[in-house]
């Protein structure tokens, strides 16, 4: 079993930045694979960003490219989604998830946190 705990949503302005933290416990992390998702109100759970656990290989969803950056420190079983130039449509809650492979689809994780709101104003 693994546990995860994400941190660091909040509300913040167009333009601006947050960095999403999801921390770890239970069975090693470190041999996961980590993908963030999020999901708006009346919309399905979306695919953000993911890594792999063994080369750290990073995949992102094509609307995130160039803003967000995914990355984990294995040695303190954290995540982190690092969010630049957000924008409205960002507005959402944001799930972190651990799995065997860093894949963009929602039911290929095992483990799933319980979400942090990130709210982004015009």
């Known amino acids: 079993q693994v546990q995860l705990v994400e941190s660091g949503g909040g509300l913040v302005q167009a333009g601006g930045s947050l960095r999403l933290s999801c921390a770890a416990s239970?069975?090693?992390?470190?041999?996961?694979?980590m993908g963030w998702f999020r999901q708006a109100p009346g919309k399905e759970r979306e695919f953000v960003a993911a890594i792999s656990w063994r080369r750290g290989s990073t995949y992102y969803a094509d609307s995130m490219k160039g803003r967000f950056t995914i990355s984990r420190d294995n040695a303190k079983n954290t995540g982190y989604l690092q969010m630049n130039s957000l924008k409205p449509e960002d507005t959402a809650v944001y799930y972190c998830a651990a799995g065997s492979y860093p894949t963009p689809t929602p039911r290929d994780y095992d483990y799933w946190g319980q979400g942090t709101q990130v709210t982004v104003s015009p």
């Open positions: 239970g069975r090693t992390f470190s041999s996961y694979a």
